[in-house]
């Protein structure tokens, strides 16, 4: 069993489709962000940084005391170890793999970001943020629809977590893009949001929210 602490953001559906994917028997800890709930004692435990998701692991592999993880890198390597799954079949396939969860943890993600944040969230709106953060979307989504030209998911054959990474980032009419320009990024994205694991995901994510 598995505690996700959880709250439907980019990064935390991440996770959730991991487990669902994977049917992982798991319990969803609502963090509502909003609230402040990621500043609670009980969630820095195991959260240091105060940002979610963040998982406890109460059957690891090694069968001793329950392991707690944050940040959804680590936690997507964690779980495809735990389970062999999705994280490339060999080891060359692996480390396809690993470059492409780490360019989306320290680009998409964090460019992505800042572009919701100057164009939908900042107090005032700062022209340069705007323009630079929207044009940086636009690269990155360039870089993925070129990796996606003659493959049906980010690393080739194969579904991983790569794939579960860089889907729930890629949000168009909220960060200034037309999927025209990128037939192969929008040809896929269409695809996983089609799986029906995916798609549940999203469903519990919709429901966490409106119990809050």
């Known amino acids: 069993m598995i505690d996700l602490h959880y709250w439907p953001t980019p990064n935390g559906h991440k996770i959730l489709i991991f487990l669902e994917e994977a049917g992982i028997d798991h319990v969803i800890h609502p963090v509502d962000i909003g609230a402040g709930d990621q500043f609670k004692p009980d969630f820095l435990k195991i959260a240091p940084n105060n940002r ?36 490339g079949r060999d080891p060359r396939a692996h480390v396809y793999v690993l470059q492409w969860l780490m360019w989306q943890m320290g680009g998409l993600g ?64 909220m960060q200034g893009q037309d999927m025209a320009q990128f037939p192969n990024l929008a040809r896929w994205h269409a695809a996983i949001a089609a799986r029906p694991a995916v798609v549940r995901a999203l469903a519990r994510g919709k429901a966490v929210t409106e119990r809050a």
């Not at 953060?133 to 990155?140: P, S």
């Not at 889907?167 to 009419?173: D, G, N, Q």
């Open 110 to 173: 964090p460019m992505l970001g800042q572009n919701a944040h100057f164009t939908r969230f900042a107090p005032e709106k700062v022209p340069y943020a705007i323009d630079r953060y929207i044009k940086e979307t636009t690269r990155l989504y360039g870089v993925l629809d070129r990796q996606l030209e003659g493959r049906p998911f980010v690393t080739g054959d194969d579904y991983t977590v790569a794939d579960m990474a860089c889907f729930p980032w890629i949000l168009p009419e």
């Open 52 to 87: 979610m998701p963040a998982i406890v692991d109460h059957d690891p592999r090694d069968g001793g005391a329950p392991i707690s993880i944050f940040e959804s890198g680590a936690i997507l390597l964690y779980l495809a170890h735990k389970t062999g799954a999705f994280g």
